[in-house]
């Protein structure tokens, strides 16, 4: 008689946590991770970079404010013509390009998205290539 109680109790106990557990689980479907980039993507910066500095950033980095991101000149205002040549792009530290750095801080925190972001951080650590 006794042993069947506790039996009972550990069963409602099981079923209880059970419960819980799905209810848990069950939230956790829509927890929704920021979108990432594809690692085996390759990014090439005329077609995936290049259009969003047309249209997000050469309506002021249109000549007179560098760097130059017209897209006829933003490869080399990046990469060829900086001064010093790690001024943009430093693909020994990739996260510490300021052209990385800088959309994530204080008036340019905005800007960009998270994929435009992590693109321009794909094309720096693959060797910033005029690709
Ligand atoms: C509303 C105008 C505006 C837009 C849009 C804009 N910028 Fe800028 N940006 C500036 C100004 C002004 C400066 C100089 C002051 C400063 O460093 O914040 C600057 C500075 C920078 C610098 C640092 C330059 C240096 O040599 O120190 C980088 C890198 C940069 N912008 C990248 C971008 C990129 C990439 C975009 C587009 C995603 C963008 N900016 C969009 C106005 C803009």
Redesign the pocket.
């Known amino acids: 008689m006794y042993q069947r109680k506790i039996g009972k109790g550990i069963l409602g106990f099981s079923a209880v946590t059970l419960m819980v557990s799905v209810l848990l689980f069950s939230c956790e479907k829509y927890v929704f991770d920021p979108p990432e980039l594809d690692p085996d993507e390759e990014v090439s910066f005329a077609n995936d970079i290049t259009p ?2 047309t249209s ?6 249109g000549g007179a ?3 130059d ?1 017209r897209a006829a000149n933003s490869f080399a205002a ?1 990469v060829t013509d900086a001064t010093p040549a790690t ?2 792009v430093n693909t020994v530290s990739p996260e510490t390009s ?2 990385y ?3 994530s801080a ?3 925190a905005t ?2 998205t998270d994929i ?1 972001k992590q693109k ?1 951080l794909k094309w720096i650590q693959d060797g910033a290539q005029n690709n």
């Open positions: 969003f500095f997000k950033c050469a309506g002021c980095h404010i560098n760097p991101l990046l001024r943009y300021l052209i750095t800088k959309l204080g008036s340019h800007i960009a435009e321009i």
